[in-house]
C-alpha cells in the first residue's frame, strides 16, 4: 500500500469512528438515589430481616430491623390513638425463622407485629397507643431500619420506666461486669461531692468486634484506642466528680449505633461522650475536633459522619432530611455548650505536652450514634490514626491518658457552668 493509501484508509477510520466518540461524550450517567421506593432489584436475592428489637425511652420507643443487606421499604399510618396502626412494607425481603412478635406496652406502642405479606414483601406492623410521629431511617454494616415513634406517654407508665422490661443490648456478661462495677462504686465512695444537676454519664468507646474503625499504618485500630480512652475517662469521672458512669461497652464487644443512645435514655443519663479517633484521605490532617448533631456544614463533616456512620456519603447526603426532622427535639444549645468546654479543655491538655496539636475546634455533623439521645450529646475525636506521628501519640498511654483527662476537665468546666 501506497503512502497515500494509507492516509486515505486512515482518515476513513477517523470519519466513522467520530460519530461513536461523540455519542459516548454526550451519554448522561445518572446515579439511582441511594434509599428510593422505584429501585430496581430484579437480580439481587431478597432481604433476610433476622431480628426485631425494642428500646423504651422517655418522649419515644425505638425498633430496630436487622437485615443481611440494604433495603427499600412503605410506610403508612392508620390513625394515631389507641387503636391505631403504622406499617412497615420491606421490599425485596423474606422473614427469618426465629423473627416473633413483641409485646412493648409502655404507653406508646402495644407491640409490634412481623409477617411476610407478600411472597417478596415483608410487612412490620406497630399497633399504637398515643403518638405524635414516627421517623423511619436506615442503617449500614450491617443493614438495618430504626423506626422511632414519638409521643407522650401517661403518667402512671411513666412512673414505671425502670420496670419496662426492654433489656439493655448487651450480653449477660457484660451485664454482669456492669453490675459488678456498680457494686464496687457503692462500696467506694466518690473522693468528690456530685455536682450540680449532672449526675451520671454514659462513655461511649466507638466501634468494637468486627468493626475496627479506623486503622493506622501500624495496624493500629480505632476502636482499641477509644476503649482505652473511654475506661481511663470512666475512673476520672467517678474519682474527679463522684459521677456515676455507664460505658456502652467495657471489651471489644461490638454495638450497633442505634443501642447506643439506647443504652443512654434507658439509664436515664444526664450527658452522652462518644469517643472516637479520627481519619481522613489527606495523610497530613491533623488535630483535636469535637462534634455535634446537626446537619453537616462541610462536604469534610459528611465525610466524616459517613465514615463513623459505616455508611457512604451519598447516603449521608440523602438522609439528611431525615435526620432534620429527627432533631427537633434534640438539645442542640445544650450540646453545643458541652462540645465547646470539651473541645477547649482537651486541646489545652494535649497541646500542653504537644506544642504541634492543632485545634479544629467545634463542628456539625450527622452521627447516628447521637441520634434519638434525650441529654446533651457530643462526639470527640482525639487525634487522626490517617496521620503517622498522631498514630504514634495515639498508641501510648500518655496521650491516652491526657485526652482522658483533658475531656474530664472539659465536663468539669461544663457542669461548674450550670450553676
Known amino acids: 500500500m501506497t503512502k497515500i493509501a494509507r492516509m486515505i484508509a486512515c482518515l476513513l477510520c477517523l470519519s466513522l469512528m467520530f460519530p461513536l466518540i ?10 439511582q438515589p441511594a434509599f428510593t421506593e422505584h ?26 430491623l436487622d437485615l443481611d443487606q440494604d433495603v427499600t421499604w412503605e410506610s403508612h399510618e392508620l390513625g394515631k390513638g389507641d387503636g391505631g396502626r403504622i406499617y412497615i412494607d420491606i421490599n ?23 409477617g411476610q405479606y407478600k411472597p417478596d414483601v415483608v410487612r412490620v406492623v406497630l399497633d399504637t397507643v398515643n403518638i405524635k410521629d414516627y421517623k423511619i431511617f ?36 457484660e451485664t454482669k461486669r456492669n453490675e459488678a462495677a456498680m457494686a464496687e462504686k457503692k462500696s467506694q465512695p466518690a473522693k468528690r461531692p456530685v455536682i450540680s444537676k449532672i ?25 482499641d484506642v477509644v476503649l482505652s480512652i473511654g475506661l481511663k475517662l470512666r475512673d476520672l469521672l467517678k474519682e474527679e466528680l463522684g459521677l456515676d458512669v455507664v460505658m456502652t461497652r ?33 495523610r497530613s490532617a491533623s ?20 465514615k463513623e456512620n459505616g455508611t457512604s456519603l451519598e447516603k449521608v447526603s440523602v438522609l439528611q432530611a431525615i435526620l432534620f426532622d429527627l432533631m427537633a427535639n434534640y438539645k442542640l444549645n445544650d450540646s453545643a455548650h458541652l462540645a465547646d468546654e470539651v473541645q477547649k ?42 496521620n503517622v506521628q498522631e498514630e504514634e501519640r495515639l498508641q501510648t498511654v500518655a496521650y491516652q491518658e491526657l485526652c482522658a483527662e483533658g475531656i474530664l476537665d472539659g465536663v468539669r468546666t461544663y457542669i461548674m457552668s450550670l450553676k
Not at 467495657?250 to 439509664?267: M, Q
Not at 491538655?349 to 441520634?371: M, S, T
Open 287 to 306: 488535630g483535636i475536633e469535637t462534634y455535634y448533631l446537626n446537619l453537616a456544614k462541610t462536604e469534610k463533616a459528611a465525610q466524616l459522619a459517613a
Open 138 to 173: 436506615p442503617l449500614s454494616n450491617p443493614a438495618r431500619l430504626v423506626i422511632d415513634v414519638r409521643g407522650e406517654r401517661p403518667t402512671e407508665i411513666s412512673n414505671l420506666e425502670p420496670s419496662i422490661s426492654a433489656a439493655l443490648p448487651i450480653s449477660a456478661a
Open 22 to 31: 461523540a455519542l459516548a461524550a454526550k451519554k448522561k450517567v445518572v446515579k
Open 92 to 114: 425485596r425481603a423474606r422473614l427469618g425463622k426465629g423473627v416473633k412478635d413483641i409485646t412493648i406496652g409502655d404507653g406508646l406502642l402495644k407491640g409490634a407485629r412481623v
Open 345 to 386: 479543655a482537651l486541646y489545652k491538655k494535649v497541646r500542653g505536652q504537644h506544642a504541634d496539636a492543632r485545634n479544629l475546634g467545634v463542628k456539625q455533623g450527622p452521627f447516628y450514634v447521637l441520634v434519638g439521645a434525650t441529654m446533651p450529646s457530643i462526639l470527640v475525636e482525639a487525634a487522626f490514626l490517617s
Open 39 to 64: 429501585t430496581s432489584a430484579s437480580t439481587r436475592p431478597a432481604a433476610l430481616l433476622s431480628e426485631m428489637k425494642h428500646w423504651s425511652n422517655p418522649d419515644y420507643t425505638r425498633i430496630s
Open 199 to 223: 449526675r451520671r454519664v454514659v462513655v461511649d468507646p466507638g466501634h468494637g468486634g468486627h468493626d475496627p474503625g479506623a486503622v493506622g499504618f501500624t495496624g493500629l485500630q480505632e476502636k
Open 250 to 282: 467495657s471489651t471489644d464487644v461490638f454495638i450497633p449505633l442505634e443501642e447506643r443512645t439506647a443504652i443512654a435514655n434507658k439509664v436515664n443519663a444526664d450527658l452522652f461522650i462518644s469517643v472516637h479517633a479520627n481519619a481522613a484521605p489527606n
